[in-house]
């Protein structure tokens, strides 16, 4: 059976909240679903024109955090809003402070957020490569100083459904499992 292209179901297509500041060092924030960590140290994400797109080349800074669970709500407003039109962080009511490693807001009701400064934005690509200088997490999504998945709760991006789903329960051991196969 075949279905519309256009609703691709590759997953999982992480929800990233993007931060920076305009030219005035007001912040903003928007939701992006297009991206992956391209290498070692590095995000690569794909955006289409908006006030974020605007405000990075003039900074050459901005932060991701991923989206969770338990901020669904504001994550998913940061995607329906637009930032030429209202302030969203304050319309959203969240909390943010600059970050200490680039020119960008950290917005604290994310447990996670990724530090960058542009590397390289093409616009008529629509990319975003991202240097990650430093990351931020909170203590409740640590276990062995790890960034535990199953507390983070992340959330990903349905593009059949138009809906969020929390990404699931561990079911393997990469690199191990398949060993059995080898015997």
Not at 17 to 39: C, H, K, L, R
Not at 106 to 114: A, G, H, N, Q, V
Not at 142 to 154: A, W
Request: glycine share 8%.
């Amino acid at each position: 059976m075949e279905f519309e292209a256009k609703k691709s179901v590759i997953v999982p297509e992480g929800v990233f909240i993007i931060g920076t500041y305009d030219e005035n060092g007001v912040p903003n924030a928007m939701n992006a679903a297009w991206g992956i960590q391209s290498d070692f140290g590095e995000i690569t994400l794909y955006l289409s024109k908006h006030k974020t797109t605007e405000n990075l080349k003039k900074t050459g800074a901005f932060t991701v955090a991923c989206a969770t669970k338990k901020t669904v709500v504001i994550s998913d407003y940061f995607g329906i809003e637009s930032g030429n039109k209202v302030n969203k962080i304050e319309k959203a009511g969240v909390h943010v402070h600059k970050s200490a490693h680039v020119n960008a807001p950290i917005i604290e009701e994310y447990p996670l957020t990724l530090e960058c400064k542009v590397k390289e934005w093409n616009e008529e690509k629509e990319m975003l490569i991202g240097t990650i200088v430093s990351q931020q997490a909170d203590d409740s999504i640590l276990t062995d100083g790890k960034v535990d998945l199953g507390k983070l709760q992340p959330i990903m991006y349905d593009a059949s459904f138009q809906a969020y789903r929390v990404i699931g329960e561990v079911v393997g051991k990469a690199f191990s499992d398949g060993k059995q196969l080898m015997k």
